[in-house]
């Protein structure tokens, strides 16, 4: 079993930044992908960002250019600069193993106010 141990949430203004951690509760040498998901309420849960590498990563249209992804081991992070309202959400850490398994964090509250 992997527990994912999220850190960073909180509450910031319109314009601001954050920065979310996430590290696997041991170090695990057949991850394969890290990445973060968010679920804002009454919506569905909806892919932010993944990384399998320093080249290979992937984003949502909507936080192009202002979030970045960033993995070390077995954390990864998440900087998110230039906030907007619609960014709030439960933020939840991701990662795959090579096997398959998928293992999700607690989630995060971010809330940005205008």
């Known amino acids: 079993q992997v527990q994912l141990v999220e850190f960073g949430g909180g509450l910031v203004q319109v314009g601001g930044s954050l920065r979310l951690s996430c590290a696997a509760s041991?170090?695990?040498?057949?991850?394969?992908?890290m990445g973060w998901y968010r679920q804002a309420p009454g919506k569905r849960r909806e892919l932010v960002a993944t990384?399998?590498?320093?080249?290979n990563s992937n984003y949502a249209e909507s936080v192009k250019g202002r979030f970045s992804i960033s993995r070390d081991k077995n954390t990864v992070y998440l900087q998110m600069n230039s906030l907007k309202p619609e960014d709030t959400a439960v933020y939840y850490c991701?990662?795959?193993?090579?096997?398959?398994?998928?293992?999700w964090g607690q989630g995060t509250q971010v809330t940005v106010s205008s």
């Open positions: 041991r170090s695990i040498f057949s991850i394969t992908t």
């Open positions: 990384t399998a590498g320093d080249v």
């Open positions: 991701w990662l795959r193993l090579s096997m398959g398994s998928e293992y």
